[in-house]
């Protein structure tokens, strides 16, 4: 999906992104209604983040905040989407300055 929507570039950016995802711990922590709560550890690094999904609307939010700085999905949120079988990207996470549109009127 991500391939035939963006760049090049931002698509190599995705796919070290979502290769960066596949090597972590998760553990739910908290379910309440829609709203659930992850917990990622990398092994390696003893670092952890927490990820924020809402079944509903399909919002993942990490407190790393990448999306919100840099415009892109880090593979914390990737991996959770990943878990909950999101198999594209949420609209709302494809900014057009990103796509092969961007220059189109």
């Known amino acids: 999906h991500v391939a035939c929507v963006c760049t090049v570039q931002i698509y190599a950016l995705f796919v070290k ?6 090597g ?3 553990h739910k922590v908290s379910n309440n209604g ?3 709560s992850y917990q990622l550890i990398e092994e390696e690094c003893n670092r952890e983040q927490i990820v924020q999904f809402n079944s509903t609307n399909n ?17 914390h949120a990737l991996r959770i989407l990943n878990v909950n ?3 594209f990207i949420p ?3 494809i900014l057009k300055r990103w796509t092969k549109d961007a220059k189109k009127a």
């Not at 992104?17 to 596949?22: A, P, Q, R």
């Not at 919100?68 to 593979?75: H, I, Q, Y």
């Open 17 to 22: 992104e979502f290769i960066g995802s596949l």
């Open 24 to 26: 972590v711990k998760i």
């Open 34 to 36: 829609t709203m659930h």
């Open 59 to 75: 919002i993942v939010e990490c407190i790393c905040k990448m999306f919100e700085s840099k415009g892109l999905l880090c593979w």
């Open 85 to 87: 079988i999101i198999f």
């Open 91 to 93: 609209t709302q996470y």
